[in-house]
């Protein structure tokens, strides 16, 4: 009895993982932005918003993400991702554990001037230089764009 609970515990935790919506790809230069409707084209500020159900919204920069969602309540589940300003060669990183940086040197395509990092080492050569502060997800809501 003890073999078939290990096997359904299993069973039930691989399920789980599989049915978590994933992330979709941004064809750059084609995919428009959710929320304000250009072309998404810098890798280093486009976001994510996938349901629990898994539809992906995309966005062109942290802003229009951050907007979208204070004009539409999310469903709880919802995941927010980001890209790391500092390695566009990476996918997505979790928008709630990423660390920001707000500042006039970032030239984001709708002036949002926000740059996400997925760890605080990679933000931390952008924030000496620009003698800014670490941002987290919950201090973006207070930006002005």
Not at 40 to 54: F, Q, S, V, W
Request: hydrophobic share 35%; proline share 6%.
């Amino acid at each position: 009895m003890k073999h078939k609970t290990l096997i359904f515990v299993i069973s039930f935790f691989a399920l789980q993982m599989a049915c978590r919506p994933e992330s979709e790809p941004i064809d750059f230069g084609h995919d428009a932005c959710t929320h304000c409707k250009m072309t998404i084209m810098d890798k280093r500020y486009a976001a994510e918003l996938i349901t629990p159900k898994g539809r992906a919204y995309k966005f062109d920069d942290i802003v229009c993400l951050l907007q979208y969602n204070a004009a539409n309540t999310p469903a709880s589940g919802t995941r927010f991702l980001v890209t790391d300003y500092s390695d566009s060669s990476h996918p997505f990183t979790d928008a709630q554990k990423a660390v920001y940086l707000h500042s006039e040197s970032f030239k984001t395509p709708m002036n949002g001037r926000c740059a996400a990092f997925s760890q605080e080492k990679n933000a931390i050569p952008h924030k000496d230089n620009l003698e800014q502060r670490l941002l987290k997800w919950e201090d973006l809501t207070q930006l002005k764009p």
